[in-house]
């Protein structure tokens, strides 16, 4: 039977840098390993998720190739046709927008708002331009209209289809990704810095073994990815439900917000677009008011392309007759900017036009960060590039993983967990650094709650397991004593 002296022993290894009195390093590397063990299988999740949802784009192409192209070559009929051939497939629907057809062999997207949906939900109907027929109809979803797919695997990344009690474990995972990265950084390049010669900075050592070896890709790895790892966890908390909360508002306090076009005929009324493509809103029309303004639309298109509105967009078809037209270009591959015109159905007169130079530069900054998060901004490269970044994040938590285990006691008997790095690394930094660290934690964790929340729960079960390990060590001596 093994005393519990040895049941303390560890697996072998490697000996630290000697630490000077005053190191940031034991805070960091606690903190740092706590946050691995508790939060990286929230981690774990969005990164596997995060890594499809960066594909899905590329995959719905081939997926649903049937709705999204056809084999008719020749001149494609007005919309206005095509959008009544989609009205016919589906009198039951009002409908609100169209996504014209603009290169041969695609579909013209014909959508309609559906009462029977989800929030954000809307029904397609997609229109062969070329001989006006119906190929097919689908939920799309969001101001991307992404296709049910995209949308599942979407939910899954956000949610894990748990609805918003669901968005917790995202924003749990964003919350806390920054931090993990920053800290490794530091630690990697510290323990570079204090080693010249033993370690390795960039490159990985084919040559080291065991933990050493899980140790090497962990911090290599995450090195060469901690930069993308603190751009998705920016961008994943502007999503999220309360961190996103205070960014939303501290952007409206300094103006940072996207404009708006104005819309309303005769008024200086708009309403606010969503930042968020592929998870916004959609606009709720009345009956018998956008059916009447079809035939409008034809005339509408001319206006906007004369007026520099080109490429791939979406038209809003009004609901009410003192409201316009919207021609929205939609976020495309390689397309750095986002514009759009309001035009008066009935007399054709321009009411407003918002170019995307004219956006705010948080604004701008934004909507290409959205549009990067979601592999949209550059194509397949951007999704390759995503999908390469989540492999390697899975992989230097499935190291990190590895080297607790590694460190677990060799002489326990039954389970036995690594040790986790020693306490008191508070104490290795000087007071007024202290201070300063607590003044930054309250700040942080009051703007982003979560991490706030989750890093007091940490501090209680520590203080609480070392009060433990404390009484244990005095009851072991009073027995040796007695």
Do not use: C
């Not at 090195?223 to 205070?246: C, K, M, R």
């Amino acid at each position: 039977m093994s005393t519990p002296e040895k049941e303390l022993d560890a697996a072998p290894v490697e000996p630290s840098p000697q630490i000077s009195p005053r190191s940031w390093r034991p805070l960091i590397l606690r903190l740092h390993f706590y946050a691995g063990i508790l939060i990286a299988p929230f981690i774990l999740v969005a990164t596997i998720s995060g890594g499809l949802y960066a594909v899905a784009p590329s995959i719905e192409q081939l997926v649903y190739r049937d709705y999204l192209h056809v084999d008719s070559t020749g001149p494609a009929v007005e919309v206005s046709q095509q959008i009544r051939a989609a009205q016919a497939e589906r009198p039951d629907l009002t409908v609100a927008a169209v996504r014209p057809a603009l290169d041969q062999g695609e579909t013209t997207r014909v959508i309609f708002t559906d009462p029977g949906l989800g929030e954000s939900e809307r029904l397609a109907v997609f229109i062969d331009p070329v001989t006006a027929t119906s190929v097919g109809e689908s939920v799309v979803y969001g101001s991307s209209s992404a296709l049910p797919m995209r949308t599942w695997i979407s939910g899954l990344h956000r949610h894990l289809h748990l609805g918003e009690p669901g968005r917790l474990y995202s924003e749990l995972a964003a919350s806390w990704l920054w931090v993990i990265a920053l800290g490794g950084l530091y630690l990697w390049i510290e323990r570079y810095r204090r080693g010249p010669g033993k370690t390795r900075l960039l490159t990985f050592d084919r040559s080291a073994k065991g933990r050493t070896r899980a140790l090497n890709w962990h911090g290599v790895a995450g090195i060469w990815i901690a930069v993308g790892l603190i751009f998705l966890s920016a961008t994943g908390l502007t999503w999220s439900t309360y961190a996103g909360e205070n960014v939303s508002a501290l952007r409206s306090s300094l103006s940072w917000t996207t404009p708006a076009i104005t819309k309303t005929i005769g008024s200086a009324g708009a309403a606010t677009p969503s930042d968020h493509a592929g998870h916004g809103g959609h606009a709720v029309t009345d009956d018998g008011v956008a059916d009447h303004t079809v035939g409008q639309i034809d005339s509408v298109l001319a206006t906007a392309r004369d007026n520099g509105i080109t490429g791939k967009v979406e038209v809003s078809i009004p609901a009410a007759s003192d409201t316009a037209f919207v021609v929205a270009q939609t976020r495309q591959p390689w397309v750095m900017s986002s514009n759009s015109i309001s035009v008066d159905g009935a007399t054709g007169d321009v009411v407003d036009i918002l170019w995307f130079s004219d956006w705010p530069l948080a604004a701008k900054l934004s909507a290409w960060g959205i549009q990067l998060h979601m592999g949209t901004l550059f194509g397949v490269v951007n999704q390759l590039a995503l999908l390469a970044l989540a492999v390697a994040l899975a992989s230097v938590v499935v190291r990190g993983y590895m080297m607790w285990w590694k460190r677990r006691p060799t002489t326990a008997t039954g389970f036995a967990a690594g040790r986790p790095p020693l306490r008191g690394g508070v104490r290795t930094i000087s007071p007024i650094a202290a201070a300063g660290l607590a003044a930054v934690v309250l700040v942080v964790g009051w703007f982003v709650p979560l991490l706030g929340i989750s890093l007091l729960a940490f501090l209680l079960i520590d203080a609480a397991l070392g009060a433990v390990r404390r009484s244990g060590g005095r009851g072991r001596l009073a027995d040796r004593i007695r």
